[in-house]
């Protein structure tokens, strides 16, 4: 039973090494490692059962491995495990079972003495007792094979393949308990060799192929010809001396050396004709054979004849003589005397030979010419002309021409056939090939219909070696006689006969008046085709008005008898509301019933005179029967039902013959509710109560006919047209099915079994217990029902009934502290075995602590429970079988004495197992949190040993954080130094702090190591910074704008005297690129500055970016008046003279 221990942790996974074979559980391993490979625990199988428990298993993924002994098959192999706590099947309790498949089989398919063999040959391994194939394989390169899930027994191994030649294809093996390998007893002697001999890409037969080598073979070569062929003897070679056999290519071209051991040869083909020398290339073709066979690509082709023909008029015939021979429409030769042709010069290759001739017709013909075809086939002719004519002397329309008729010319077994049309004189022409065959002229529909028939209507005509002619058709019309027969005289009735399909041709009427009661009418002059025929009186009936007839194209020797009327009587109308039967009565006794439909129905009364009427039905009618009908004074007749008759039908094999067993009838209608009445007291009292019900003084009766041979009970009733109605049968010693049946009363199905109630004989169910024990629930259930529950009396047995006889009921036994099995060949009974319990008590070694919590995992045969330890250390199995239970005793951190142990469990008693655990590992607690305290769950936390001590070298404990932060590593050995860290496989943090924390393990639990994880930026920051006055900042403000819309500002920030710092709010880290430029409000006629910008992509968590900004005042120029400017030269110059005099 599994069990959620925390929120992180299974209680365990279990399941079962299974195999139908036995095997050595103990040589089995379960291993739960992680995704990574790392294993967290490695379980044992029971040895009794192969059950295992992995235990306390976290939330995470893992992977299930059973570990066996080389070789050995199991399905699955492993098992992928996502512990959810929810979903998986270690929290739902499902086993996990690993199925043995069998052992491995190897071996090796080798080349003659050599160590490696070929690729691609079929090994198939069979039972060596019952024959039955097991499994097919391949081998692979080298020649190696294995067989996966073998089972112990004797095995066949057979080798084959399509084209391989083998010294030894079969061995047999014996599998016992374990692997097993078959080495270098499967040998290959032999690999084909082939290729193919052509010319123009054509097939060459008859060349040969010498094979030779550079040293004998140990064994003579099978599949070729060791003799040389005639004129062969010079053909040689200095480095392949050895002449070992030699082959010829066949119809296609084709040669095969079926079996050549691995070695180096040469091929040299030879091929001369009767008077002619064929040059063949390559001249000569070297090759090895190592383990596979070879096919020589392209192979070898004959370069660079008259052939000759002949034309016959049939197979084995006369020869032609004067056909024209064409190809391309160019003459090559005509036939001689003896139908012989000639083509000269030809190269191999594929013609279209042409043959003309007056009168015969030449098959076109594609002759292949090459070396190998000296003589061409001869050539036959196809067909021959056949004639003749059809001649008409009376056309059947006024449009008809004979051109519209057609020919058909068929062959005997109508295998072949064509059509030609008639020529304006009538005439045809055909060309027939050689046989026998069958002319016939195809007449359209509208001519058959017409009247148009010729005779023949086919004729037979054999073709040999020469046209037919004077083949002739004429046109044929025939008669036929009606015949009358009438009670009386034949007077007043007229024979009309029309013409079918045929509205052009005018009916042809004759009147009948005879003083005979038999007379006939003959018509003359008429097409062959079909008729209609009818015959007509105003009072009288016939056996038939109408018959259909067919003039045959046939000629007869006397007019045909076609058509035969007969007159059965006189009419009688009757209209009726439902269908009934009418019985007819004449001078005192019964002539005829009849059969009459709702509505209007026209009878015949064979005599004259007065009848009776009676109706028969199921129904009741609104007039007194019976009735009068006279024939000489006929009138219709009016039937209208206003009751109609329901019946009920019960059937029974059980002769119910006395008033302790009787049956009784429940009937309920639309008038009111009926009760129950027995048996003998059925008519009286249903027909009273249904008297006082029924308006109208209308008596209605229920009949109960009892039929002892049969054992049916027929209920009949008088009901109205949509009365309600509704039986039920009851009986104390019968079932019936249906249990009740409603019904709505219809006019048109009355006296129609509305439902038949079949009476079943119940059974009884009755059984006992072993030893007898009373209070023993017995559970009867039937087809998923619920069931019933009874209890045994203090005999222990029990009895329930009756039930259906059919239906299969499951019975359960059940009590507490018992196992109650049920009894073979007694249905019912049960056989009682007291259970046994199972006490275990865990304590801890320093002393009488119990201690809680620990997994106990026993097994044995079906059972099996995996439950922790209460808080007194204890638990208690009940409820268990005799025989060999396992137990093994779990949790982390502490070893058990004993861990694991078979025990004998006996019928009926208790057994006391104390364990003492010792603590040997301990935990390592803490938290994983962001800065801000909250949990960061599923994160794992990783506790690795470092190498020194020896116990401590590569030692790995995880622990999965829960929902609250909060993890426990476990299985911490004291006196290791551990380094803790968070692993992050999901990259959610940017980094952890710390990064990793030293711990050395004592011998206690060390608590309070928290880690703060740090997520990743998800946007993208920039800043930076303008170098320049101060004075200058308040006039700053910073643009950032998108490279695709330099129009539109993303953001902007101002620049103030307090900070010539800026930071803009965060944008999408998505690779964008932006531009950023510096904007001032400084007046341009005032200041001189330029206005830097940079661009960037959105890239990374930050960007700091840093500008100059140096603006200058203008220079302002003084104003001198122009007059000034002038007067000082001519100061100076006055200055000047004014010294000098």
Not at 825 to 849: N, Q, R
């Amino acid at each position: 039973f599994t069990t959620i221990t925390s929120a992180q942790e299974i209680l365990g996974c279990g399941g079962f090494v299974k195999s139908d074979v036995p095997i050595d559980f103990s040589k089995i391993e379960i291993q739960l490692v992680t995704t990574e490979g790392m294993m967290k625990y490695q379980a044992e199988c029971a040895p009794n059962n192969g059950y295992f428990m992995v235990p306390f298993v976290e939330k995470g993924e893992f992977q299930l491995k059973i570990i066996p002994p080389k070789g050995w098959l199991f399905e699955p192999m492993s098992v992928d495990l996502n512990v959810d706590g929810i979903n998986d099947p270690c929290t739902k309790g499902k086993d996990i079972n690993f199925a043995f498949k069998g052992f491995t089989l190897s071996g090796k398919v080798c080349s003659g003495p050599s160590a490696s063999g070929p690729e691609g040959v079929t090994v198939k391994l069979s039972d060596k007792s019952t024959k039955k194939l097991i499994s097919t394989t391949k081998t692979i390169d080298g020649g190696s094979f294995n067989f996966e899930g073998v089972s112990g027994g004797n095995y066949v191994i057979t080798a084959s393949h399509e084209t391989y030649t083998f010294k030894q294809h079969q061995t047999e093996v014996h599998v016992t308990t374990g692997n097993k390998v078959c080495a270098n007893e499967i040998v290959v002697s032999g690999y084909d060799v082939h290729g193919k001999v052509t010319a123009l890409n054509l097939p060459v037969t008859g060349v040969n192929l010498l094979l030779f080598a550079k040293e004998s073979l140990p064994e003579q070569l099978t599949g070729c010809l060791e003799k040389r062929p005639t004129g062969s003897d010079g053909v040689s070679n200095g480095e392949y001396p050895v002449y070992l056999c030699s082959v010829v290519s066949n119809a296609e071209g084709q040669y095969n050396f079926p079996s050549l051991p691995p070695a180096d040869y040469i091929i040299i083909p030879f091929h001369r004709g009767e008077h002619i020398q064929f040059d063949v290339e390559p001249r000569e073709l070297k090759f090895s054979v190592v383990n596979q066979r070879l096919i020589h690509q392209p192979g070898f082709k004959v370069t660079g004849f008259s052939v000759q023909g002949r034309v016959l008029d049939t197979v084995n015939g006369n020869p032609i003589e004067g056909a024209d021979v064409f190809i391309k429409a160019e003459k090559q030769d005509t036939t001689d005397k003896n139908g012989y042709y000639t083509l000269k010069h030809m190269n191999s290759g594929l013609y279209q030979v042409e043959f003309k001739k007056a009168d015969i017709n030449f098959p076109i013909t594609k002759l292949r010419v090459g070396p190998d075809t000296p003589i061409l086939p001869t050539i036959i002719a196809e067909s021959f002309s056949l004639c003749g004519r059809v001649s008409i002397s009376d056309s059947p329309t006024a449009n008809f021409a004979k051109s519209q008729i057609a020919v058909d010319v068929s062959s005997k077994d109508e295998s072949k056939s064509q059509k030609t049309h008639l020529k304006d004189d009538g005439s045809f022409c055909v060309m027939a090939k050689p046989g026998e065959y069958v002319i016939k002229p195809v007449l359209s529909k509208s001519m058959v219909d017409a009247g148009l028939s010729l005779l023949p209507s086919e004729t037979k005509v054999t073709i040999v070696n020469s046209p037919k002619r004077e083949i002739s058709f004429v046109q044929y019309r025939g008669s036929f006689v009606v015949q009358m027969s009438c009670i009386a005289a034949c007077k007043d009735a007229s024979v009309t006969v029309v013409a079918d399909g045929r509205p052009q041709r005018k009916p042809l009427t004759r009147k009948v008046s005879s003083k005979e009661n038999t007379t006939s009418v003959k018509f003359s002059d008429v097409l062959p085709g079909e008729y209609s025929v009818r015959v007509s009186h105003p009072n009288w009936c016939w056996g038939s008005e109408s018959e259909k007839i067919t003039v045959s194209s046939k000629p007869v020797k006397d007019a045909p008898r076609l058509a035969n009327f007969e007159q059965s009587g006189f009419a009688l109308v009757c209209t009726i509301s439902h269908d009934i039967g009418l019985e007819i009565h004449h001078a005192g006794e019964r002539v005829d019933v009849f059969s009459l439909k709702k509505g209007r129905n026209r009878l015949c009364l064979s005599q004259l005179g007065e009848y009776l009427l009676q109706p028969q039905s199921c129904h009741q009618f609104d007039v007194k029967t019976p009735l009068k009908y006279d024939t000489t004074h006929p009138k219709p007749i009016t039937l209208q039902a206003v009751a109609h008759q329901a019946l009920v039908t019960m059937e029974t094999s059980y002769l119910v013959q006395d008033a302790d067993h009787r049956v009784a009838m429940e009937i309920k209608t639309s008038k009111g509710n009926g009760k129950f009445l027995p048996e003998k007291k059925l008519i009286k009292m249903v027909t009273e109560y249904m008297e006082m019900e029924k308006p109208n003084n209308t008596t209605s009766k229920v009949i109960l006919d009892f039929i002892t041979t049969t054992n049916v009970y027929k209920v009949t009733y008088w009901a109205g047209d949509g009365e309600k109605l509704e039986f039920a049968p009851k009986s104390d010693v019968l079932l019936f099915e249906p249990n009740t049946f409603t019904a709505t009363m219809k006019a048109g199905e009355c006296a129609k079994e509305l439902v038949r109630f079949k009476g079943i004989v119940g059974k009884f169910i009755e059984g006992q217990i072993s030893p007898p024990l009373p209070n023993i629930d017995i559970l009867i259930s039937s087809n998923g029902s619920e069931g019933i529950s009874i209890k045994t009396d203090q005999t222990g047995k029990y009895r329930y009934g009756p039930v259906h006889p059919d239906f299969e009921y499951k019975i359960s036994a059940s009590m507490e502290d018992y196992a109650l099995s049920p009894v073979l060949d007694k249905p019912g009974d049960f056989s009682a075995k007291k259970l046994s319990k199972m006490h275990f008590l865990v304590k801890m070694d320093s002393g009488e602590t119990p201690l809680a919590g620990v997994l106990l995992s026993i097994s044995g045969g079906s059972y099996r429970s995996n439950n922790l330890t209460e808080k007194d250390g204890r638990l208690t199995l009940s409820k268990l079988e005799p025989g060999q239970y396992y137990f093994k005793a779990m949790m982390k951190e502490y070893q058990f004495d004993p861990s694991s142990k078979v025990i004998d469990v006996v019928e009926g008693k208790e057994t006391q197992l104390d364990i003492t655990g010792k603590r040997v590992a301990y935990s390592c607690y803490g938290s994983v949190t962001s800065l801000n305290g909250e949990a960061e769950p599923s994160s794992v936390v990783r506790a690795k040993a470092k190498e020194a001590p020896e116990h401590c070298k590569g030692h790995i404990e995880e622990a999965t954080v829960g929902n609250d932060g909060e993890y426990r590593v476990r299985g911490l050995r004291p006196g290791c130094h551990y380094d803790v860290t968070v692993r992050d496989s999901s990259e959610r943090f940017s980094r952890v702090a710390p990064e990793h924390v030293t711990l050395e393990t004592k011998e206690a639990d060390a608590h309070g190591f928290r880690f703060i994880a740090f997520r990743h930026m998800t946007g993208f920051e920039l800043s930076g910074r303008v170098v320049t006055e101060q004075d200058y900042l308040q006039h700053i403000k910073m643009v950032l704008y998108r490279s695709t819309d330099p129009s539109s500002p993303v953001h902007t920030v101002s620049l103030t005297r307090a900070s010539p710092f800026f930071h803009f709010p965060s944008v999408p880290r998505d690779e964008t690129e932006y531009v950023l430029r510096v904007e001032s409000t400084l007046a341009t006629s005032v200041y001189e500055y330029s206005t830097p910008g940079a661009s960037f992509f959105a890239q990374g968590p930050h960007k700091h970016i840093t500008f100059r900004f140096e603006p200058k005042l203008k220079s302002v120029e003084q104003e001198t008046p122009q007059a000034s400017l002038l007067t000082l030269p001519l100061t100076l110059i006055a200055v000047a003279l004014a010294y000098n005099y």
